[in-house]
């Protein structure tokens, strides 16, 4: 397999947060944090050599790990966005950090 340039779209990653607790991309160095995660933020983030101190939950669903802190389950998650998916986790009523 071969990837093909120029790439066909960008992304990013943005910390989603319940209303009741504190909300800064800080908290990703929290020992205390549970962080739901996607499969994606570790391939995204194993370049740049990071060593967070927040425990990380990692599920294979988008929308899973958005509902995970809809739910309250989990009071952070980093979700991976392609800008398109921005929409719909702007309608979630929950906070979002670009990270």
Do not use: W
């Not at 009741?20 to 983030?45: L, M, Q, W, Y």
């Not at 425990?55 to 979700?79: C, M, P, S, W």
């Amino acid at each position: 397999m071969i990837a093909i340039k120029p790439q066909l779209s960008r992304g990013a990653s943005f910390l989603l947060c319940v209303k009741s607790v504190e909300c800064h991309v800080d908290i990703i160095n929290d020992p205390t944090a549970g962080i739901a995660v996607t499969t994606r933020f570790f391939k995204s983030v194993e370049h740049r050599g990071n060593k967070f101190e927040a425990n990380f939950y990692e599920f294979d669903d988008f929308y899973h790990v958005v509902q995970l802190v809809k739910t309250g389950r989990f009071n952070y998650a980093i979700a991976p966005s392609d800008f398109l998916t921005l929409l719909f986790l702007t309608n979630t009523v929950l906070p979002i950090f670009p990270m």
